[in-house]
């Protein structure tokens, strides 16, 4: 009698429908967690502008937002500031101090339907999103997403102070 060798056809047609059924979960898990990273951030971003408009109402002070590729500030305009050009004040609070964005993240800044450009460094940043003394806003949508891809989360400002997060719907 031989013995052979080897593996028959139907152990390597298991194997190779376990480590597919194993390939799809990873794929899933991982497809998973970055859109709860985006939900996270969208959330958190939502929390900071929803403080500075209440902050700006509180003190009474007029408050901006200015976004880099991966970072953002919240600044408050010097009313008493003699150089027009530079009276935005960096806040250093904790809260609406500087915050870094993920790596995996892009932000789109949209304000009354014109794309806002993200400045490069943090030396040149102007804040383009205001908020008013009086808690108002312009309308504006802050897309959240991967460079080069459709956007998964938005969040909407509204004048009347309103501001939502929410996903974005595919088309």
């Known amino acids: 009698m031989r013995k052979t060798t080897g593996f028959t056809l139907v152990e390597i047609l298991i194997v190779m429908l376990i480590i597919s059924i194993v390939g799809s979960v990873a794929v899933l898990t991982i497809s998973r967690n970055q859109n709860s990273q985006y939900t996270a951030f969208a959330k958190q971003l939502t929390n900071y502008l929803a ?17 880099t590729e991966d970072s953002f500030q ?7 500031s003699r150089d027009k050009e530079n009276a935005w004040e960096p806040l250093s609070d904790p809260l609406l101090g500087p915050h870094r964005i993920p790596k995996d993240i892009h932000l789109t800044l949209v304000i009354e339907g014109k794309t806002i450009p993200s400045a490069t460094s943090a030396e040149h940043t102007k804040p383009y ?9 312009p309308t504006f949508v802050i897309y959240i997403g991967k460079q080069g891809a459709h956007p998964r989360y938005k969040i909407v400002g509204e004048p009347n102070g309103s501001i939502k997060s929410e996903p974005v719907q595919e088309e």
């Open 129 to 137: 999103l205001i908020i008013s003394n009086s808690g108002d806003i």
């Open 74 to 80: 919240f600044y408050q305009y010097q009313t008493n």
């Open 51 to 67: 403080l500075a408009e209440q902050q700006a109402i509180l003190q009474p002070a007029t408050l901006g937002i200015a976004f």
